[in-house]
Structures are given as C-alpha cells and as structure tokens.
C-alpha cells in the first residue's frame, strides 16, 4: 500500500508539505499541490480513515436524518434530488454521508446521541415536520446542523419561497379565465403544507375570488394516494372547480389519475397545477404544469453553509429561501380571453 512517505519520496517534499495538500491547507504553493496531486493519482495513494481523522480531528462524515410522517424519506423524487445535490457538494470537500438509524447495536437512541456516538462533524436534517422534538433536540446541542424544507429559529435553515409559488400557481390559472380553482393541500402538520395553503388563500383573496371552505381539501402528506382521495372530494361537490391547484406533484398525478377514472380529462374538462417540479411530471400524459423547486440549488445551499459551521467551530443563524418558478407544460387550458399574469413580487432575491 502506497503511504505518504512514498508520496513524499517521489516528489521531493517534505512530509509535512504533502500532509498539508493532502488536508487542503491553502499555505502550500500551486506548484507543490499539483506535483503532490500528480503523485497521489500515479502512485493510487488512500489515506486510511484513521489517520486522516488523528491529523485533521474531523471524523468526515456527515449525518443525514429524514424527519417526516409518510415513511417515503429517500423515495421521494424531491427529497432524493436534494440529498444528491448535497451529497456532490460535500463529497468535493472530502465528506461522507452516514445515514442514520435509531438503534447503535439493540440501544434505541434519539438522534442527537446516535450522531455523538458516530462523531460525525455535522448533521443535514430534512424535515417538514413542525415542533419535532428529535430536531429542537439537535437544534439546541453545539453539533453544527442545516434544516432543510424548513424555516425554523435556531440554526440554518434552507426552504422554497413556498408563499410565492401559491400566488404564481393561482395568478396562472386566473390569467386562463379560471374562477372556481380550488386546493389540495399538504398536512396542517408539514411546514410546506401550511405555507403553500397559506399563499393560496392570498392569492385567491387578491384576485377578488371567491373560496368556499369545501375548495380546500387536505390531501395528507403528499402521497399519490392522498392526492387521488382528496380529488374524489372535490368530484362529488355541486359545483366542482375548473382548477385544482396541488400542492405537490405526486399528489397532482394522484389527482390526474382520478379525474381520468371518472370518465373527465385533462386539462378538457379539469386544470390541474402542481408543486415541485419532479422528473416524472414532463413524462406524464398529459405533462404536469407544476411550480419548480431547485433542488440543485438547495442541496447546494444546505451544503455550503453546514461546511462554513464545521469549519468555523461555530454554529450559524441563516435562513435561506430559495426562489421557485413557474414550468407550463400541457395540463391547464385556457377558458376565457386571455388576461395578463399579476405579477408576485417574490419575497426574497437569492445571490447567484
């Protein structure tokens, strides 16, 4: 096995000039780093795992916990296409991501205790869950951590502009002729729930239009299912709406698939406008008009800032929200004469 002596002897530095490339300390010379890298890749060389934490005192590992109600976790497409974006980004820098598990061997342990025992540097939650204790537990230990799909007080925080999307999601759908537009929305229990709710009654209200209590319905945690059940409610009301506005994309295709097995279609005779701009939403028939996510963006985001933490020693009060915008693709049609968009303000301006 090639060791860093090896590294050392082939290139005529010292040991401590090829410890220092090999850990990113920046008082090396750009000659010295390339000819150490060049060595490294010629010779195959692997820092072991123990000695690489000895000198740095990092562990490089970051732990990674999934805080939501419906057990889907990694299986959802936005939640999958966030972590991958977090995980290139951390990845750059050396890290390793440890999911965790709530037992160390047959001891059940909450969160924070699992991540000290494996002595990760940091931990990335992804949580839509409001007032969990496993969170506000990690929130207030010294163990640097970012929220993800999450406003909350106490450490970094990365979120859509969820508000907004509602109103560009209603002020669409007004802007085809659309009055009667009703809501499937998220669990009162989910951040995302209640804030995309929220921007849709705004929305309707500074449109002047009218919202019936049964033109909210609440689809759960944004299932296929869920989406499906909640459309069945709407379908049975005396005057159903000629928009649904979901708020999530699998409960849109849920949604889609109901109004199709009721003999109805898409956008003919139901416009339907989803959230989160998944992969499968241009693939569907017909293709989903959604509000988009940047999912590489926020991965991103979350990744930078949990990096600054581990690298400062230091935990960090930010809160970021990420703009969203508006994907048309074939599942909404115009009804009456055409009328300009109102334009929503977005509420904050992320810097590229």
């Not at 839509?128 to 970012?146: F, G, K, R, Y």
């Not at 209603?170 to 998220?186: D, E, Q």
């Not at 459309?231 to 999530?248: I, N, S």
């Not at 999912?295 to 930010?318: C, D, H, M, P, V």
Request: hydrophobic share 40%; proline share 4%.
């Amino acid at each position: 096995m090639t060791t860093i002596y090896d590294i050392a002897k082939k290139t005529g530095y010292s040991i401590t000039t090829v410890s220092k490339v090999l850990n990113n300390y920046t008082d090396v010379s750009e000659k010295a780093k390339k000819i150490i890298n060049e060595a490294v890749n010629e010779l195959g060389y692997f820092p072991s795992s123990s000695a690489r934490t000895l000198s740095t005192k990092k562990s490089w590992s970051i732990g990674v916990i999934f805080v939501e109600d419906s057990g889907i976790g990694m299986e959802h497409p936005f939640f999958n296409a966030v972590i991958e974006s977090f995980k290139k980004s951390v990845e750059e820098h050396g890290y390793d991501l440890l999911f965790a598990a709530r037992k160390v061997g047959s001891e059940s342990k909450s969160y924070l205790d699992h991540f000290k025992y494996r002595d990760v540097d940091g931990v990335v939650v992804v949580c839509s869950a409001l007032n969990d204790p496993e969170v506000d537990l990690l929130i207030n230990s010294d163990l640097p951590t970012v929220v993800i799909d999450l406003d909350i007080r106490g450490c970094c925080a990365v979120y859509s502009d969820n508000v907004y999307g509602s109103e560009l999601a209603v002020n669409y759908l007004y802007s085809l002729g659309h009055r009667k537009i009703a809501h499937i929305s998220g669990d009162e229990a989910l951040f995302v729930g209640v804030q995309r709710k929220n921007g849709f009654v705004e929305a309707m209200k500074n449109n002047n239009l009218e919202l019936p209590d049964e033109y909210i319905v609440n689809g759960g945690y944004f299932t296929h299912e869920g989406g499906k059940g909640a459309m069945k409610q709407l379908l049975k009301l005396k005057e159903p709406p000629t928009a649904v506005y979901v708020a999530g994309d699998l409960m849109a295709l849920g949604a889609i698939r109901e109004i199709t097995e009721q003999g109805l279609k898409v956008p003919e005779d139901i416009s339907v406008v989803g959230f989160d701009d998944i992969r499968m939403a241009q693939y569907t028939t017909p293709a989903l008009t959604t509000i988009r996510q940047d999912t590489t963006l926020i991965g991103k985001t979350s990744a930078n800032l949990l990096l600054e933490e581990i690298n400062n020693n230091k935990k960090q009060f930010f809160s970021v929200k990420i703009p969203v915008t508006l994907v048309e693709r074939a599942s909404c049609r115009r009804i009456l004469e055409p009328e300009p968009i109102k334009e929503a303000l977005p509420r904050s301006e992320f810097p590229v």
